[in-house]
């Protein structure tokens, strides 16, 4: 019997683009379009079952071998640093990785900088790169708020078009990494699904060149 | 021992014992607890950093164990032509990833160490798969030498704070990344193909080392591909040629691990299950001349893999009143228990047990009242 690949991936824009290549790809899953609540949608015909679920565990369920595959921004692969292999960059949902503060501040080196985030991995990594001391503040939302109201001198936060930042007289300090959307794989999977697993891989990536 | 009695991860447990006995490995005990100093200097090459430390009686700090092979190697001897194989079976207390609290994880595994011949090595590699068979029939034992992405980096002249990157990415088999750094870095078109090439390399052994052999730039130093090529054919024609392959996504930290790095695989479990390779650079760390080589098995990997079919709690519930004698109760229990059931003596029918057949005591009667396929 063929065995089934398990693909996760993010609920929304996100997700629904990456389904869309997908489909493309030859891996359609036609009860997927029904528009129904469901979470887990299953083609046996060719050979696949998608789930959705939050983007941020995304990579729980590729580590945890719950997913043979999934889709993720690598924001969330910086930070939670699953233990994964990351097969692919697709190319869409690009943005980055940010520092941004009021637009008249002005950092002084002598002092630890309060920083704001959801991010608090990559922002303790990015700091101590550069060896500056900081305090964390970890947040889960509305982070733009943070400096505005003095909660932080700066914020690190995910940017697409800078908007929401201009609109909160924010601007951005500095880029910390540049983000977009990997295809990654668990490792185990990997082993014994490779066939399947690398076929996603080489029609995905036919699709990219496609469309450069 | 009734086999039944055995969990099946105990079972499991035993059967690595009794394979290890087999080859000559000796059981290492130890203490629980090694005092802290010893895994201090040598913090990276532990999986957690995070160790239960407490003060003794005596005002030493001691550390509950979070590893077994820097204990094995502190009481090793360098002794010429002499090697020491051992095999342990022992609690390890660390972080696990997923929690992020402290657990108590069983971790099998053996060492060889001392004057490590081609032979040794050939051992250890048998044995891990064995090991995998042991747990699984479908097993992957995925092999690499450290030496072949330790001399091309080398030999491009990576610069050494550069070289992690680029074993993280190899370890992710990330090639895009590993395209962008090499750019960053300023490492040349050419050289950074043949970084992703090896990246992307992996499979049968047959296959992949006829692809190292046409890489002028890996072939430049041949020594890992033969050591690795000699290694491979030894393990194919002692019959454990479907199970194994090359792949270059299995890194070490090199600071430890030099030559023949492995992890394996069994079909159902989540994360590799078994890790280990040759670490003569620990030894060197550590003080000692000879070489090195073992693995672990992570039993704590394996637990949903090796859960018991729970089936029945036990086999009869006997259930009896206050009309039932102790005596008659008993002759009930032992007459049953001598047909080779086990038996629950309940005064009323237990929830949240699952029973094959429930029988009520009447006089000196064993009645059946129900009983489950």
Redesign the interface.
Same mark, same amino acid.
């Given at each position: 019997m063929k065995k089934m690949l398990n693909v996760v991936l993010p609920k929304g824009r996100l997700g629904e683009k990456v389904y869309d290549r997908l489909e493309r790809a030859g891996y359609a899953c036609p009860s997927i379009r029904d528009g129904s609540r469901k979470l887990v949608f299953e083609n046996p015909e060719a050979g696949v079952r998608y789930f959705w679920v939050k983007p941020s565990d995304v990579a729980i369920y590729v580590e945890r071998g719950v997913a043979d595959i999934g889709v993720a921004g690598k924001d969330i692969l910086l930070e939670y640093q699953p233990d994964v292999y990351e097969l692919l960059d697709l190319g869409f949902g690009r943005c980055r990785m940010a520092v941004a503060a009021p637009v008249d501040f002005r950092d002084d080196p002598r002092r630890t900088l309060t920083v704001a985030t959801k991010f608090t991995n990559i922002a303790r990594t990015y700091y101590a790169s550069k060896g500056r001391d900081i305090d964390i503040i970890h947040l889960n939302g509305s982070i733009e708020i943070a400096p505005i109201l003095g909660l932080s001198d700066v914020i690190v936060d995910i940017v697409e078009t800078g908007a929401t930042l201009r609109e909160n007289q924010l601007d951005v300090v500095e880029t910390v990494v540049p983000i977009s959307a990997r295809l990654i794989a668990n490792k185990a999977a990997y082993k014994f699904k490779r066939e399947a697993i690398d076929d996603v891989v080489t029609r995905m990536a036919a699709q990219l060149e496609d469309s450069v | 021992m009734n086999q039944t009695t055995l969990r099946n991860d105990e079972k499991t447990i035993f059967a690595l014992r009794e394979l290890y006995r087999k080859y000559g490995y000796s059981q290492y005990k130890m203490s629980k607890f090694e005092e802290y100093e010893l895994y201090v200097r040598n913090k990276d090459f532990l999986i957690s950093d995070n160790i239960i430390t407490f003060t003794d009686t005596n005002g030493k700090l001691l550390a509950l164990k979070p590893d077994v092979t820097l204990s094995i190697i502190k009481n090793s001897q360098d002794t010429p032509g002499v090697v020491q194989k051992v095999y342990y079976n022992e609690n390890v207390y660390r972080v696990s /990833?997923?929690t992020h609290a402290f657990n108590e994880i069983m971790q099998v595994g053996l060492e060889c160490i001392g004057d490590i011949d081609a032979y040794c090595l050939y051992e250890v590699l048998c044995l891990a798969a064995q090991s995998l068979r042991c747990i699984r029939e *479908?097993g $992957?034992l995925?092999i690499s030498h450290l030496g072949i992405l330790d001399g091309l980096l080398e030999r491009f002249g990576v610069e050494s704070h550069d070289r992690k990157e680029i074993w993280c990415c190899v370890g =992710?088999? *990330?090639r895009? @990344?590993l395209a962008a750094f090499c750019k960053q870095i300023g490492l040349s078109e050419e050289k950074t193909a043949v970084l992703q090439q090896l990246t992307a390399l992996s499979g049968r052994p047959d296959m992949v080392l006829a692809q190292l052999r046409q890489m002028p730039a890996v072939m430049e130093s041949p020594e890992p591909v033969e050591e690795l090529a000699q290694l491979c054919d030894a393990l194919q024609a002692g019959g454990y040629g479907d199970m194994i @392959?090359i792949d270059f /996504?299995v890194v070490s930290d090199s600071r430890y691990y030099n030559g023949v790095v492995f992890k394996g695989? $069994? =079909?159902g &479990? &989540?994360? /590799?299950v078994l890790s280990g390779g040759q670490y003569d650079r620990l030894m060197r760390r550590m003080g000692r001349r000879s070489g090195a080589i073992g693995f672990a098995v992570y039993m704590d990997r394996l637990q949903r893999l090796l859960q018991d079919d729970r089936g029945y709690d036990v086999d009869t519930v006997l259930l009896y009143d206050d009309m039932a004698s102790v005596s008659t109760l008993q002759t009930a229990v032992a007459d049953l228990a001598a047909q080779g059931r086990t038996v629950m003596a309940q005064r009323q029918r237990p929830e949240k047990i699952a029973y094959r057949c429930l029988a009520r005591l009447c006089g000196n009667e064993v009645q059946i009242l129900e009983e489950n396929a």
């Open positions: - | /990833s997923g *479908n $992957v995925d =992710e088999k *990330n895009h @990344e @392959e /996504s695989f $069994v =079909e &479990a &989540a994360d /590799s």
